[in-house]
């Protein structure tokens, strides 16, 4: 390809937070890092947030491409060589000497890092045309500013997108219309042990895309199913029937509905080793999940002990730092777990006895996210909640600590991310829905409905 025939993209300083590999993901195509990006990175770098290990892993990525060349080299650009993942990678990497420019009438004042940026597309922009220079940034003001300054063209770092919308987000099942049974011709049913397994034609169950451990359900009749193996003609389910799954008990508690009893069902599995719950507030996400812990640990002996952990971010100002130790400190941060261990016991003739008794035998650990790296959790129920604040890395390192026979929950709602660097499409919970939706060792379920109280739902649905 012709030079004047690739784009040149235009990278912010927060595309590289969000993705510090981001040099790699454009193909053919050349990337300018502006100055300005580099000044922001360098900022960033020393302080004691998450954001700062991005930064610092930026910013090795540029000194790993850039630091053997010359000084002209670097302005003029430097091949990106391919690598594993990337092996389409052919454009340059440059850095853009924007301190430079001289600020005109017709640009952004320059007494702010995002108009200096902008600036600095602009000048590329005029200085090469018609070539097509692409500002890329994840800030939707900053999205609009270059738009209202003569950005032509403008985009937001879509590359590790799996989804664009989050109403295309995998549910964890299918409700097929009328009766599912009046849909399928020919059927192999046989018994397996305790359960009745059909195999069916993959055409039987239309176009969709059909996944392991996903869940099947009609309208009409009791029929339900978990896809237990998936061919490219045949699918196996395995039946359970709904009034089955709404019967089921654990610590105490039953379904409200039938999205409660499929997550119920892949809670009580021991061959499923993770499950991931997402669901609006009030679901019930994090009382199936602890009721599962108990009832597996305690009950069934599958699993030594309870590890329960969550990612620490503040909806309001910081309360200062927490006295205490590890578990003292992300006490108040699980507050929803001590909230459900009440409701588990609360018709108990002491319940606050009753509750230190279960921690104590069930060994309810509270672990903060931090202190994961290095570890590896062997027989251990781990409750990963409020993990929509997650990135993708993040939730990586935590699913890389499971051990030998251990079993991983991630829990979360994408209506509430507090995290100022994530959005409902780029969290990790959206991240391991999607990338796990075809591994046989887990599965999803989307909890319908507001089961808390009317007052819960109403807020829900209305605010």
Not at 72 to 98: C, T, Y
Not at 265 to 283: F, R
Request: aromatic share 6%.
């Amino acid at each position: 390809m012709e030079p004047a025939d690739r784009k040149l993209f235009v990278l912010d300083t927060n595309v590289l937070l969000h993705e510090p590999l981001a040099a790699y993901s454009f193909e053919e195509h050349d990337v300018v890092v502006p100055m300005t990006v580099l000044e922001e990175l360098d900022q960033i770098k020393d302080r004691k947030r998450d954001v700062s290990r991005d930064a610092r892993v930026a910013i090795r990525t540029l000194e790993n491409l850039l630091g053997g060349a010359s000084p002209e080299q670097i302005i003029n650009g430097v091949d990106i060589p391919a690598r594993e993942n990337h092996a389409e990678v052919s454009g340059k990497l440059s850095i853009f000497p924007d301190h430079q420019l001289n600020v005109s009438k017709a640009s952004l004042p320059g007494d702010h890092n995002d108009n200096l940026i902008i600036n600095a597309a602009l000048h590329l922009q005029k200085q090469l045309a018609p070539r097509q220079v692409v500002l890329v940034t994840k800030d939707i003001n900053m999205r609009l500013k270059a738009k209202g300054a003569g950005m032509a063209l403008v985009e937001d770092y879509r590359t590790d997108q799996l989804i664009d919308d989050i109403r295309f987000l995998t549910k964890g099942f299918r409700e097929f219309k009328g009766n599912f049974w009046d849909q399928v011709k020919d059927v192999d049913s046989q018994m397996v042990g305790r359960h009745t397994h059909h195999k069916v034609a993959r055409s039987a169950l239309d176009d969709e895309p059909v996944f392991a451990n996903q869940y099947l359900i009609d309208e009409d009749s009791d029929f339900c199913a978990r896809v237990a193996k998936v061919t490219d003609n045949e699918v196996d389910l395995i039946d359970y029937g709904r009034e089955r799954l709404m019967h089921l008990e654990t610590w105490g508690i039953k379904p409200k509905n039938i999205y409660q009893g499929m997550a119920m069902q892949a809670l009580l599995d021991p061959e499923i080793d993770m499950v991931i719950l997402t669901g609006p507030a009030g679901c019930g996400k994090t009382l199936l999940a602890m009721a599962a812990a108990l009832e597996t640990v305690i009950e069934r002996n599958l699993y030594d002990k309870v590890i329960v952990t969550r990612n620490t971010p503040e909806i309001a100002e910081s309360i200062g730092f927490l006295p205490g130790t590890e578990e003292e400190k992300m006490a108040p941060w699980l507050a929803a777990i001590t909230d459900t261990l009440e409701v588990l016991h609360k018709h108990d003739e002491n319940p606050a006895g009753s509750m230190n008794y279960i921690m104590e035998k069930a060994n309810v650990q509270f672990k903060s996210v931090n202190f994961m790296r290095g570890r590896s959790i062997q027989h251990s129920f781990v409750l990963l909640d409020e993990c929509q604040n997650l990135t993708a890395s993040q939730i990586k390192t935590i699913i890389t600590r499971m051990g030998e026979g251990s079993k991983l929950v991630c829990s979360g709602n994408l209506a509430q991310i507090d995290s100022n660097y994530l959005t409902s499409v780029t969290s990790g919970l959206t991240y391991i829905v999607e990338r796990f939706k075809d591994f046989e060792g887990s599965a999803n379920v989307y909890l319908n409905g507001v089961v808390r109280s009317r007052l819960a739902e109403f807020a829900e649905e209305q605010l």
